[in-house]
């Protein structure tokens, strides 16, 4: 391999000659072999939008000259298009601040700006700390790319995800409307519902923990940028970070204004910690309706088998014709690793002494995992499981049938202690609830048939 000396304030560093990055980074790849985890794409592309939006901002304040601002701004959308991905090495595991991929960032728009500048046969040069950081510091830009990095996750992955799922459990709500079947609580028999109401359920969860989502990722739409190192924005001029938030908007579609207050937005990040909580709640009701479906899918013939999902691989290496709910195993796994996410982040984010946090790399690590699963699994529990359920209908008839909470809807007509005399003697001698009614004398046949119709026990009755 060819090397190159590029020098920093601490000495020279021998660097791939193929590679764009400068002596900072090549330091933070020797110094920091820890783990795999590279610095997640979304925050590489966070800082390349902050980058373009201050040059342009600088260019529009006359702090920087046209033809460093257009440099600038054409490198930074290549890293934004994808095509600098491999000039980005380091590690989640490095400074807490993220400065060297900060630097990384720098240094890659700085060296790929100047290429351009040599092609157009420009002898200006480019400067990572003077020109592409000017009125910069890392502990406003990381949390920037951070918040930036984390609201794109959630409206364009997250939120699109639920959606589709979402939709898919209300039209199999209405579909399955007047099915009806046994209810479980305690995981014991109780009165029936209909497979649509049951359903429902999960319709209605996913469309609350929307509306949680949607209220707290908008505390993330506030930015550090341009509070510099402690949040008292030195080095800075007026209207810079105005200029800066209101480009990165119009970049990214997405809406952002200045944090209010700096000092804050440097060293607290409840925000993340809030909105991570609204998916950690999502993920708990995912946790809740894949386990509904798996025990509701269990069998084919030893378990419950109320309804069937589609059979997308062989289940067993060992047992010929088993079929396993596997995006259901998918699903619960992910909800586990956004609820462990979930401690990294709300301790990580508890370390801000005094002015920096210096837990950030992580904590955007986890979120955007969280997110990038949360989507990803939901994607794939719909399409191939939650739109093919159908309900096993002899299966949900024979449960029905056989069901002694049924004994239930007698209560307001012969008393509570009655009918659990009728469903003691029906379960201890092997008997229709009719057949034991009628062995005690309580109701006539007719009358039995008359009270209980499961149909009627699936709404509240007209006064």
């Not at 200006?124 to 609201?151: E, F, G, K, W």
């Not at 959630?154 to 979402?166: C, F, S």
């Not at 069937?308 to 796994?333: D, F, R, Y």
Request: aromatic share 6%.
């Amino acid at each position: 391999m060819e090397y190159r000396i590029e020098r920093d304030t601490i000495g020279e560093m021998r660097v791939p000659a193929d590679k764009l990055w400068a002596a900072q980074t090549q330091r933070s790849s020797e110094n920091f072999r820890i783990g795999s985890e590279k610095m997640p794409d979304g925050v590489i592309k966070g800082f390349a939008i902050l980058k373009k939006s201050a040059a342009l901002a600088n260019l529009e304040m006359g702090r920087l000259s046209a033809e460093k601002a257009e440099a600038i701004v054409k490198a930074s959308d290549e890293i934004i298009e994808g095509k600098l991905k491999d000039h980005f090495p380091l590690v989640v595991w490095q400074t807490g601040s993220g400065t060297q991929t900060h630097m990384n960032i720098n240094e890659v728009i700085a060296n790929r700006g100047n290429q351009l500048l040599k092609e157009t046969g420009s002898d200006i040069r480019i400067h990572p700390n003077d020109d592409v950081n000017l009125s910069q510091s890392s502990n406003c830009n990381y949390p920037t790319a951070m918040y930036i990095a984390a609201v794109t996750a959630i409206e364009d992955q997250v939120l699109p995800a639920l959606l589709k799922l979402k939709e898919t459990f209300y039209k199999k709500s209405q579909e399955f409307n007047n099915v009806i079947k046994v209810g479980r609580t305690h995981l014991q028999d109780a009165v029936p519902l209909t497979l649509g109401q049951e359903i429902s359920g999960w319709h209605r969860m996913l469309e609350k923990t929307e509306l949680m989502i949607k209220g707290s990722y908008v505390t993330m739409e506030e930015l550090a940028f341009a509070g510099t190192a402690v949040g008292t924005g030195l080095n800075t001029y007026l209207q810079f970070a105005e200029i800066s938030v209101e480009k990165i908007s119009s970049f990214t579609g997405k809406t952002f204004i200045p944090a209010s207050n700096k000092f804050h937005a440097l060293t607290s990040y409840d925000e993340v910690v809030f909105t991570h909580g609204a998916l950690k709640a999502l993920a708990a009701d995912l946790m809740k309706i894949a386990n509904d479906i798996r025990w509701l899918a269990s069998g084919p013939r030893s378990g419950i088998g109320e309804i069937i999902i589609t059979a997308n691989e062989p289940g067993s290496s060992m047992m010929p014709g088993k079929v396993n709910p596997t995006q259901c195993e998918a699903l619960t796994m992910v909800t586990t690793q956004v609820m462990g996410n979930d401690v990294t982040i709300g301790l990580a984010a508890s370390q801000g002494n005094f002015q920096v946090n210096v837990f950030k790399p992580v904590i955007a690590y986890n979120f955007l995992q969280s997110a990038r699963l949360l989507a990803d699994a939901m994607v794939s529990f719909n399409d191939n499981c939650a739109i093919g359920i159908e309900p096993n209908y002899e299966v949900i008839e024979k449960n029905l049938k056989n069901s002694l909470m049924l004994v239930t809807v007698l209560n307001p007509h012969i008393g509570y202690e009655n009918a659990a005399k009728i469903a003691k003697k029906a379960h201890e001698e092997g008997l229709t609830l009719k057949e034991a009614s009628n062995r005690i004398g309580l109701l006539t046949e007719e009358e039995f048939d008359e009270i209980v119709d499961p149909a009627k026990m699936t709404h509240p009755k007209s006064l």
